[in-house]
């Protein structure tokens, strides 16, 4: 890893909870889920970069159908990120609201930012959202009809019942820490989330109070900060024995330190005090030689699929998949997450286990760069290419679970060896 | 105040997408600047320079100039051409303000291809 | 510890069709020398099997300026000797991209094969749909199977394929200043082709310092369009003057102020400026002596850019190629394809107006603007740093500033007497 990611992970930040979740006999040092179903975009692997920073490496990567059977009782924590939220609603369904919300009242930890906040706030209260009521809040940023935007029209805004949810800034804002001693001023980027009202005020943890130069202003300026100062940003609520925690802004983006302190800071608050879980890992067997070769080829198709993927980002396309317009570079975004983490497989490759974890890979990756090279010939001879594009970008999306889940789980094996 | 191009003076050297990838990642490469030379027509020698802003493009053609709003690119099939649509999620170009400095990419042009206005 | 070198030595094996990554190693930077020194020391390791040897040079890749160059290493069938000829334009810097410090290619291929590295990634892969291809159908169909305009593709054409003495490799579309007739190496290995691609990040010893050093060292270099600053010494007066008519745009080389690369339109008005429907308007003329031979042979220039062309595609010197039709000014019936493929290889690379190129490791690429001993000393330097010749020859850019950076570059110390002794 290189460049800004890497000053980034570098961050002395992370060092406290680091000790705390590695060490601290009185934490628990939490299962997690993060959601990578239906729905769910791209944002949900920033919630890798910032676990490993916490040195949080048990972690899987579900989707839906896992959230519904078995459930979540094994896990302590489920972290849902950006994407589509009727999509996600609609997708979980009420049996996925149920076991999510029994969950909860069970002791366990949910996270949401963006989507994943929208998803569980009351007073997101239509179908198929009506089933997700964790958390007392309603949206501001909701309209019949909201003003034409002056930029980034694709992001503007989203039908919601007979009106829309829509978006007047887009990127860096400012947000104060209310749940601190001394107030804190941390930057986060919003990408869409919502403008939280109706809160219980004492379970605001921080509020927007700026914006900064690398915001973009759907709204002038002053009406946007009108809307938005003072606003709850980020919202904690006790249910039962767990806690529901919900975010306006990504506080999980890769490049804010500072705003992914905030979030290990609810989740270590959560999880101090809980019985810590002995850690077991089951390995089947040792590797075989086939392991090597099949790292080789996840390498050389994780390589050849990026090298198209940047090519593609010069390509004038978008595509809509639900109600969600995709770029060209959230291809290559999936694709960086594991190629960044292939020198550690490569450094662990004793570790693998039967040569049927990886070749699975090794295969999808090799499907991605055959999709990959036919939708950049499909957009090359103007036919229209969204049929190619939801073909990549799904697996795709669906691959990078796999991979990560994998790649946790040798993270937490070298971590705490094994049995 | 923002990055304007001279599309015609640009010989293609690529060192405004190497200044700026410098500024953002402290190493040397050509996938994560906020200016583009958009060179993926060699054998007609196209070549124009894209930089992103927060809320638009501003698009250096060899035909001329221009500048298109983010929400304009994605309609598919909107007008502007191959050379009109990339750099859709890099970081947006800060005039290098968060490393203090005045911009790199104008600074390191060979040919003055590039002004600040 | 990173250094402007981050990957390891590829070998590759061209019998067995396997590569082997050996430890690149620190003890090579400071016992042989980064560049073309390490090059000429792998040659010498693995000289039995008859290798070719690529790579680049110690600040390839940065903000120095002209870092554009890597090389191609091995004996010339010329002459039976080593000799060096340079990868210019995009293709150095992606050499160094493309995640390996050097490359030695050993052996002969059973049947055609091409290479295709990226990102510390080398396949051997079959080329045998691409034999028979000129260099521009080759690049084509290289790009289209990666799925990237941006590869660069180092090929032979039909030339090369034959291992003519005249045959040269070509740098995507355009001449690449192979005077030592490697090409011919390239392909009586069968190796149809070597593609390159990285989109990695090169680290530096002390980062900022390389790279506001480079940045500085910029700002007091020339720049310049056209190949008239660099005509000096060729002795065919001007050039640009003769092209203007044809003259689209100025191209310069990765990171170069020069733009000397001189892009004429024949298929179409030199004046359009759009992407149109015409997918191949014309040529890059990327050297001055070939266009200065057939300019000083009479030739007109579009015709010239034509022939020049018809040599790029075929993969023939077009040094030697434009000496010998130089000899014979076309006449405006004239068969292009007819003349190109007519030529013998009978004539020597060299320069008109100054006699026979030196025989030596570097042929006759970079122009004679300077005395034989500083032209030397010019190739040298610009090999193991990864500087082009050419611009340190026609600029005066100042060597001790690129000496100066190689510290922050990669934690060494160079001076030109150290880099002279490394030939030596």
């Known amino acids: 890893m290189k460049g800004r990611l890497r000053r980034a992970a570098g961050d002395p930040v992370f060092d406290r909870y680091r000790d705390t979740f590695l060490s601290g006999s009185s934490t628990l040092y939490p299962r997690i889920a993060v959601y990578a179903g239906s729905g769910a975009s791209h944002s949900w692997i920033w919630f890798a970069d910032i676990f490993e920073r916490l040195g949080l490496f048990d972690v899987r990567f579900i989707d839906e159908s896992s959230v519904k059977n078995p459930g979540l009782s094994g896990f302590d924590a489920f972290f849902i990120g950006g994407g589509d939220t009727y999509e996600t609603a609609s997708s979980l369904g009420e049996d996925g609201a149920r076991a999510i919300e029994g969950f909860v009242r069970e002791g366990g930890f949910y996270f949401g930012s963006c989507a994943g906040a929208y998803l569980v706030l009351s007073g997101v209260d239509l179908e198929p959202f009506t089933p997700f009521n964790l958390i007392d809040g309603g949206m501001l940023n909701v309209m019949a009809a909201p003003p034409e935007p002056r930029c980034l029209e694709h992001k503007y805004k989203s039908a919601y019942g007979d009106g829309w949810v829509f978006h007047p800034v887009y990127g860096e804002v400012t947000l104060a820490l209310r749940y601190r001693k001394a107030c804190l001023r941390v930057n986060a980027p919003i990408f869409g989330g919502p403008v939280i009202v109706e809160a219980l005020p004492d379970e605001v943890l921080a509020e927007y109070s700026g914006f900064t130069e690398r915001a973009a202003y759907l709204w002038p300026r002053r009406e946007a900060e009108e809307l938005m100062m003072g606003r709850a940003a980020v919202l904690r609520s006790k249910l039962d024995r767990g806690d529901v925690v919900v975010s306006g802004p990504h506080l999980e983006h890769p490049l804010y330190p500072a705003a992914n302190a905030v979030a290990a800071d609810v989740l270590q608050a959560h999880c101090a005090g809980r019985p810590r879980r002995v850690i077991k890992l089951s390995r089947s067997s040792m590797s075989n030689g086939d392991a090597a070769l099949f790292l080789k080829e996840i390498k050389r198709q994780v390589s050849n699929a990026r090298i198209v993927g940047f090519g593609l980002e010069k390509m004038p396309v978008a595509w809509q998949l639900g109600r969600k317009v995709w770029e060209p570079e959230k291809i290559r975004m999936f694709l960086d997450c594991a190629w960044e983490r292939l020198p550690f497989l490569e450094e662990h490759e004793e570790l693998m286990g039967p040569s049927g974890e990886l070749e699975p890979l090794a295969n999808g990756y090799a499907n991605v760069t055959r999709l990959s090279k036919s939708l950049k010939m499909r957009i090359e001879s103007g036919q229209d290419s969204q049929a190619e594009a939801s073909g990549l970008l799904l697996p795709l999306k669906e691959l990078t679970a796999r991979f990560l889940s994998l790649y946790f789980r040798l993270r937490l094996e070298t971590q705490f060896g094994r049995d | 105040m923002r990055i304007k191009v001279k599309p015609l003076e640009c010989t293609g050297c690529a060192l405004c997408e190497l200044a700026c990838g410098f500024h953002w990642d402290e190493a040397f490469s050509l996938i994560s600047s906020s200016i583009l030379l958009y060179r993926a027509e060699e054998k007609k020698d196209y070549m124009g320079v894209i930089v992103k802003t927060e809320e638009d493009l501003i698009i250096g053609r060899p035909e001329g100039t221009a500048v298109m709003k983010l929400g304009e690119i994605q309609k598919q099939g909107a007008g502007g051409g191959a050379s009109a649509k990339p750099i859709l999620i890099r970081q947006a170009c800060d005039l290098c303000e968060s490393a203090g400095a005045d911009p790199q990419c104008v600074e390191i042009c060979p040919h003055d291809a590039l002004y600040l206005e | ?424």
């Open chain 3, 1 to 424: 510890m990173d250094t402007m070198y981050y990957g390891d030595t590829l070998i590759v094996d061209l019998p067995s069709g396997k590569t082997e990554e050996v430890d690149f190693g620190p003890e090579m930077l400071t016992d042989k020398g980064p560049g073309l020194a390490a090059g000429l020391a792998l040659y010498s390791e693995y000289e039995a099997d008859d290798p070719l040897v690529m790579g680049s040079g110690l600040l390839t890749g940065t903000t120095a300026p002209a870092s554009s160059l890597g090389f191609v290493l091995g004996k010339s069938p010329l002459t039976g000797k080593p000799a060096v000829s340079p990868l210019s334009l995009f293709s150095g810097a992606e050499m160094k991209l493309s995640g390996f410090s050097m490359i030695v290619v050993r052996g002969d291929s059973p049947g055609p094969v091409y290479l295709w590295l990226h990102d510390g990634v080398a396949d051997i892969l079959d080329a045998t749909e691409l034999w028979g291809r000129d260099t521009w159908g080759t690049t084509d169909a290289v790009r289209a199977e990666m799925g990237e305009h941006l590869v660069q593709v180092v090929s032979i054409g039909p030339a090369g394929e034959a291992a003519s003495k005249l045959a040269s490799y070509s740098i995507n579309y355009w001449g690449s200043g192979d005077t030592a007739a490697l090409g011919a190496r390239m392909g009586e290995k069968k190796l149809k082709a070597v593609a390159l691609r990285g989109l990695g990040m090169l680290d530096a010893e002390g980062p900022s310092d390389c790279y506001s050093g480079g940045k500085e060292l910029l700002a007091k270099s020339p720049a310049w369009n056209g190949f008239n600053k660099v005509n000096g010494g060729l002795g065919v007066g001007d050039i640009d003057g003769w092209l203007k008519p044809l003259v689209h745009r100025y191209r310069s080389c990765f990171a170069c102020p020069a733009a000397c690369n001189t892009f004429v339109k024949y298929n179409e008005k030199p004046s359009v400026l759009e992407s149109t429907g015409v997918e191949e308007p014309g040529m890059l003329v990327t050297g001055a002596t070939s266009a200065a031979w057939l300019l000083s042979g009479g030739w007109k220039a579009e015709q010239a850019c034509r022939a020049m062309e018809a040599m790029a595609r075929t993969g023939v010197d077009l040094i030697r190629g434009a000496r010998e039709l130089a000899r014979s000014p076309l006449d405006d019936s004239g068969g292009i394809d007819g003349a190109v493929g007519g030529l013998s290889g009978s004539e020597q690379a060299g320069w008109p107006g100054a006699g026979a190129s030196p025989e030596s490791l570097f042929g006759p690429w970079a122009p004679p603007l300077a005395a034989e001993e500083e032209w030397l000393l010019a190739n040298q330097v610009g090999y193991v740093l990864g500087i082009c010749p050419i611009y340190l020859l026609a600029s005066g850019v100042d060597t001790a500033g690129l000496f100066g950076l190689c510290p922050a570059a990669a934690g060494i110390e160079l001076d030109s007497s150290r880099v002279a002794g490394m030939f030596s």
